[in-house]
């Protein structure tokens, strides 16, 4: 439990108080400014700590941007004295480093390391994204992502928190994949100076193949990068994956999560390390470029089988390697039954695919964080040079404006000072459905 005179930031104290997992009990933050001074009194449970910032804001952005950072700054000290376990971020808690970085006026160097008490490690791994992104990142404000959900896969995984729903299940896959089309239709005027094409959500290709031909034709022949989550091996067909070439779709993800078949069985996956060797050729054999997510941290693993995992990865040579950490979330089926492996235990995991993915001649390229990540960690996505996704660049950085099409997808406008206006639509099928001709409307309205 916390507790603050400054109630405004009572929830970025939560975030920062909740990364430290193994405490529990009262804390108290409280702040007052004090001539040029802004004075922090921390208690945790019996210990008081006090802190004092020099502060001279120029405006009132500034104003509560420096409340806010010291007290979770002053927090974030005050629980590392008090448990002995600093974190790899610091006090920092956002699910975006690299964009804050981008935001430092600063060197963000100095800012990671010395203010927000970023681990040296991590403050490199940024300057690596930073670095590698030249080029693509890009502010234009008429630059456009299109990006379309299909919250079906063939089962649930154990760790999923998604909205997907098991299309065996699903009895409104018509009436949705219909929707789907008559939105993008709708939007279609506004779909101009388009970088990229994303279809993801769940798997998009566990619809059958008249429903995947449909919506791939529905969103017409693309020449830009264009990416389909085939996500499960068990879903991906030579079938399918004629048609994602005939409409010029550029790059697919096939998702082992682990080559161990025993996980994959234990995390509700219904297919084995095999099959996803298989589906890579087969996907390979039509020249897409291909992601491959990994997760460290799956029930039982070890480090040495979350190795053999990077390992077969690399062996195999996809252009993109995206290292996930298991992040347990409401929502998930493991959250219930939670096994846990110690945040070290997790950090060597992670701090060997970095190392071997670089030796491999992969750059990290993205970076974002969740809430409750197995220890305190990152998702980071690999490339091999010149094959960076562009839409993962956009979608972190918040650089582009998002053309969002189906349920729980989330369209954005970013204004000319970096301000975000969102337009979400419903999780539930049944519920976008009904709201479909709404969103139309108030997409056209705000693009
Ligand atoms: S494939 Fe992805 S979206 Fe589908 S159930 Fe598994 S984790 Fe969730």
Same mark, same amino acid.
């Given at each position: 439990?916390?507790?603050?005179?400054?109630?405004? *930031?009572?929830?970025?104290?939560?975030?920062?108080?909740?990364?430290?997992?193994?405490?529990?009990?009262?804390?108290?933050?409280?702040?007052?400014?004090?001539?040029?001074?802004?004075?922090?009194?921390?208690?945790?449970?019996?210990?008081?700590?006090?802190?004092?910032?020099?502060?001279?804001?120029?405006?009132?952005?500034?104003?509560?941007?420096?409340?806010?950072?010291?007290?979770?700054?002053?927090?974030?000290?005050?629980?590392?004295?008090?448990?002995?376990?600093?974190?790899?971020?610091?006090?920092?808690?956002?699910?975006?480093?690299?964009?804050?970085?981008?935001?430092?006026?600063?060197?963000?160097?100095?800012?990671?390391?010395?203010?927000?008490?970023?681990?040296?490690?991590?403050?490199?791994?940024?300057?690596?994204?930073?670095?590698?992104?030249?080029?693509?990142?890009?502010?234009?404000?008429?630059?456009?992502?299109?990006?379309?959900?299909?919250?079906?896969?063939?089962?649930?995984?154990?760790?999923?928190?998604?909205?997907?729903?098991?299309?065996?299940?699903?009895?409104?896959?018509?009436?949705?994949?219909?929707?789907?089309?008559?939105?993008?239709?709708?939007?279609?005027?506004?779909?101009?100076?388009?970088?990229?094409?994303?279809?993801?959500?769940?798997?998009?290709?566990?619809?059958?193949?008249?429903?995947?031909?449909?919506?791939?034709?529905?969103?017409?022949?693309?020449?830009?990068?264009?990416?389909?989550?085939?996500?499960?091996?068990?879903?991906?067909?030579?079938?399918?994956?004629?048609?994602?070439?005939?409409?010029?779709?550029?790059?697919?993800?096939?998702?082992?999560?682990?080559?161990?078949?025993?996980?994959?069985?234990?995390?509700?996956?219904?297919?084995?390390?095999?099959?996803?060797?298989?589906?890579?050729?087969?996907?390979?054999?039509?020249?897409?470029?291909?992601?491959?997510?990994?997760?460290?941290?799956?029930?039982?693993?070890?480090?040495?089988?979350?190795?053999?995992?990077?390992?077969?990865?690399?062996?195999?040579?996809?252009?993109?390697?995206?290292?996930?950490?298991?992040?347990?979330?409401?929502?998930?089926?493991?959250?219930?039954?939670?096994?846990?492996?110690?945040?070290?235990?997790?950090?060597?995991?992670?701090?060997?695919?970095?190392?071997?993915?670089?030796?491999?001649? *992969?750059?990290?390229?993205?970076?974002?964080?969740?809430?409750?990540?197995?220890?305190?960690?990152?998702?980071?996505?690999?490339?091999?040079?010149?094959?960076?996704?562009?839409?993962?660049?956009?979608?972190?950085?918040?650089?582009?404006?998002?053309?969002?099409?189906?349920?729980?997808?989330?369209?954005?406008?970013?204004?000319?000072?970096?301000?975000?206006?969102?337009?979400?639509?419903?999780?539930?099928?049944?519920?976008?459905?009904?709201?479909?001709?709404?969103?139309?409307?108030?997409?056209?309205?705000?693009?």
């Amino acid at each position: 439990m916390i507790s603050t005179n400054y109630q405004v *930031y009572q929830s970025d104290l939560q975030e920062v108080l909740n990364e430290f997992v193994d405490f529990s009990g009262q804390v108290c933050v409280n702040g007052q400014i004090k001539d040029e001074n802004f004075l922090v009194d921390v208690s945790v449970l019996e210990k008081s700590y006090s802190y004092q910032y020099l502060y001279c804001p120029n405006t009132p952005l500034e104003e509560k941007r420096l409340q806010k950072r010291f007290l979770k700054l002053s927090l974030y000290k005050s629980l590392v004295s008090y448990t002995g376990e600093s974190l790899p971020w610091g006090a920092l808690t956002g699910i975006r480093p690299t964009k804050l970085a981008y935001q430092q006026d600063e060197n963000f160097e100095d800012f990671f390391l010395n203010t927000m008490l970023v681990s040296k490690e991590k403050t490199q791994l940024i300057a690596k994204i930073l670095n590698t992104q030249k080029g693509i990142y890009n502010r234009d404000s008429n630059n456009k992502d299109l990006f379309i959900s299909v919250p079906f896969c063939p089962s649930r995984c154990e760790y999923c928190s998604f909205i997907s729903n098991e299309i065996g299940k699903e009895p409104l896959k018509n009436e949705y994949i219909d929707a789907l089309i008559y939105e993008i239709e709708a939007s279609k005027a506004k779909i101009d100076n388009i970088r990229s094409v994303y279809i993801g959500g769940g798997t998009p290709v566990s619809l059958s193949d008249d429903l995947f031909y449909k919506l791939l034709n529905g969103i017409g022949k693309q020449n830009v990068e264009y990416t389909i989550e085939a996500g499960r091996p068990d879903a991906i067909t030579q079938t399918k994956l004629e048609m994602m070439k005939e409409f010029n779709v550029t790059r697919v993800c096939v998702n082992p999560q682990t080559f161990n078949d025993k996980t994959l069985i234990k995390i509700g996956r219904r297919h084995t390390a095999n099959d996803i060797m298989e589906k890579y050729r087969m996907v390979k054999d039509f020249g897409f470029d291909v992601n491959m997510d990994l997760i460290a941290g799956l029930t039982g693993e070890t480090f040495e089988d979350f190795k053999y995992s990077v390992d077969t990865a690399i062996s195999l040579n996809p252009e993109n390697i995206t290292v996930h950490t298991l992040s347990l979330k409401a929502g998930s089926i493991l959250k219930e039954t939670v096994h846990k492996l110690t945040d070290r235990e997790v950090s060597l995991m992670v701090e060997y695919a970095h190392n071997a993915l670089a030796k491999a001649g *992969y750059n990290p390229y993205y970076l974002y964080r969740q809430k409750y990540m197995a220890g305190n960690l990152e998702n980071t996505g690999y490339a091999k040079p010149n094959k960076e996704c562009v839409y993962n660049i956009d979608i972190m950085e918040e650089t582009t404006d998002i053309l969002a099409n189906g349920a729980n997808a989330v369209s954005k406008k970013v204004g000319e000072n970096g301000k975000i206006t969102r337009i979400g639509a419903p999780k539930n099928t049944q519920a976008y459905l009904s709201k479909v001709e709404t969103l139309i409307k108030e997409k056209n309205l705000l693009f």
